[in-house]
């Protein structure tokens, strides 16, 4: 039987990556923290599948106690607060994830003979010049402000999986994840999606930050997985763009989301926060030639119903 580990497996993404390998029937290893992750996303998964090991740890620390992987194909590398309410208040924290975290992880991963996936982002074009953005721009990025701790610890972690390649003759590899939502993803977040479905069934007003008139692109969860899981098989080390090309702004998202969800909620206009960039929107060109057909097909509408639905019955 073959394995993964997983690190940050009590996040969004990282839940959802773990029951990706459960039905295949891999063992799967999740590792955290919870400095942002929920509880309630271990317990699915300890509750439904007998294969799923779990164990509470800071992965920036040495991980000696990690419990023998046998025949262990993949290291998914995705602790990291991933929001910037909460990669702000743990600036510290996602620096050392992104760093020593992954130092750690590509140790382990060389140790058992298996290929490390790192969750990057966007995030690396900053505030993009080019729209949509290919794997080969090299952003616009501010290296000393309020997104800094996020942005650059992505883009060390690049780095270190470049120079780690080439110098160890490994092949790990990273994909460049933009906006995604999904069920499970924690109600205090802070991430806009997640803001509008709960202040839209609580009926309280949407916070559009800034005009609103900013773009960004929304994918949802089963989609980015299946394009991880496509990258991972792959012996790609090239960064890939992972996400959905559909461009919404801030104000159509709002207004799909009061389509969708019934609510008495109006719009309330808030300061842009700094450095939020203006447009986002991937380009998917080589996530479609080499991942054998991958592509989203969720669209906004249908992945909002469902997360919210999601939401209800959590916060019920
Ligand atoms: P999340 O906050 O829901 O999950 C991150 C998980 O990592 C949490 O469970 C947290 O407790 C855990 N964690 C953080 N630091 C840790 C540490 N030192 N030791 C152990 N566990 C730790 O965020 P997410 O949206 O699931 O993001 C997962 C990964 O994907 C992150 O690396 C993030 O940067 C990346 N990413 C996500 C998105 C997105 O749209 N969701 C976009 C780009 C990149
Ligand atoms: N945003 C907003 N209202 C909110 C939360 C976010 O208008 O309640 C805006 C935010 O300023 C940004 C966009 O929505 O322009 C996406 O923000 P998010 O935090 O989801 O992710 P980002 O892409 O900025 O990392």
Redesign the pocket.
Known sequence: MKSVLV????????SHLCEYYLKLGYTVIG???????LRSNIEVLQKSYPTFQFLE????LDWTDLPAAKNLEFVFH??????PP?YQKLAL?TL??NSI?LKNALQFADQNFARVVF?????VYGDPELSPQPESSWGNVNSFGERSC?DEA?RFGEALIYSHNKLRNTKHGLVR?????GPR??PN?G?VVINFILQALQNSDLTIYGDGKQTRSFCYVSDLINGISAYAASNLTEPMNLGNDKEFTVLELAEIILKNIPSKSRLTFKDLPVDDPKKRRPDLAMAKLHLSGWAPTVNLQEGVSKMAEWVKDYVK
Not at 177 to 181: M, S
């Open positions: 690190t940050g497996a009590a996040g969004f993404l990282g590792v955290d923290n919870f400095c942002t992750g740890k800071d992965v920036t995705f602790a990291s607060p991933a929001s909460h924290e050392w994830v975290g969750a990057s982002t966007r995030e996020y992505k994840i933009f906006n995604t939502y993803m924690n977040d991430r």
